[in-house]
């Protein structure tokens, strides 16, 4: 007789899982939190053998890790945020899920090691330097110069991995891709976006 196992509530769909939040966390969701067809997209793609090393840049409260980490359990998912209070959110929310192949660091990209991941995932973590509004918060300084400063940072990252690294973009302005990587695959509206390093 065959079991029949039920996915944790939390893994249902984008109401669910965000009951993992506070209030606060939820109405941000929209706008700054990864849907999650979105990730589970995302992740099967970047996921693409047993073992492989995915960094989140600017994982938030760490919604794509922990999707990708359940649906993904062979490959290991990382987030990098620089946000104290939401790293500290996505730490108990992998507690809450024991999501074991999911971890997060505190500090900004330009901190992180690199060269210990695979494939990247990217949800324009930069854009609110551009943005007039919607900020998730007022506690970073936003400049047009910091949004190149970070899209330069992250080109010349992704410029000097490997050839078969694979990056995901969502709701990119694409500044951060180098031309050595080729699109491969992209949702109808464009905004997903799937590249593969010649």
């Given at each position: 007789?065959?079991?029949?196992?039920?996915?944790?509530?939390?893994?249902?769909?984008?109401?669910?899982?965000?009951?993992?939040y506070?209030?606060r966390?939820?109405?941000?969701?929209?706008?700054?939190?990864?849907?999650?067809?979105?990730?589970?997209k995302?992740?099967?793609?970047?996921?693409?053998?047993?073992?492989?090393?995915?960094?989140?840049?600017?994982?938030?409260?760490?919604?794509?890790?922990?999707?990708?980490?359940?649906?993904?359990?062979?490959?290991?998912?990382?987030?990098?945020?620089?946000?104290?209070?939401?790293?500290?959110?996505?730490?108990?929310?992998?507690?809450?899920?024991?999501?074991?192949?999911?971890?997060?660091?505190?500090?900004?990209?330009?901190?992180?090691?690199?060269?210990?991941?695979?494939?990247?995932y990217?949800?324009?973590?930069?854009?609110?330097?551009?943005?007039?509004?919607?900020h998730?918060?007022?506690?970073?300084?936003?400049?047009?110069?910091?949004?190149?400063?970070?899209?330069?940072?992250?080109?010349?990252?992704?410029?000097?991995k490997?050839?078969?690294?694979?990056?995901?973009?969502?709701?990119?302005?694409?500044?951060?891709?180098?031309?050595?990587?080729?699109?491969v695959?992209?949702?109808?509206?464009?905004?997903?976006?799937?590249?593969?390093?010649?």
């Amino acid at each position: 007789m065959n079991k029949i196992i039920l996915e944790p509530i939390w893994q249902t769909n984008d109401l669910e899982f965000d009951k993992l939040y506070s209030e606060r966390i939820r109405q941000l969701s929209r706008k700054h939190w990864t849907p999650m067809e979105i990730a589970k997209k995302a992740a099967r793609f970047l996921a693409s053998a047993p073992g492989t090393k995915i960094l989140d840049i600017g994982s938030g409260v760490g919604k794509f890790c922990l999707i990708g980490a359940y649906n993904f359990p062979a490959s290991f998912f990382y987030g990098i945020e620089q946000r104290e209070d939401l790293y500290q959110i996505a730490v108990t929310a992998k507690g809450t899920t024991g999501t074991g192949n999911a971890n997060f660091f505190l500090g900004n990209l330009t901190q992180v090691d690199h060269t210990r991941f695979d494939h990247f995932y990217f949800y324009n973590a930069f854009y609110e330097n551009l943005a007039g509004d919607g900020h998730i918060d007022q506690l970073l300084p936003y400049s047009t110069e910091l949004y190149l400063y970070y899209s330069r940072y992250l080109y010349g990252m992704l410029e000097s991995k490997k050839s078969g690294t694979r990056l995901v973009t969502f709701h990119s302005l694409e500044d951060e891709v180098p031309p050595c990587y080729q699109l491969v695959d992209a949702t109808v509206d464009l905004n997903l976006k799937m590249w593969v390093k010649s």
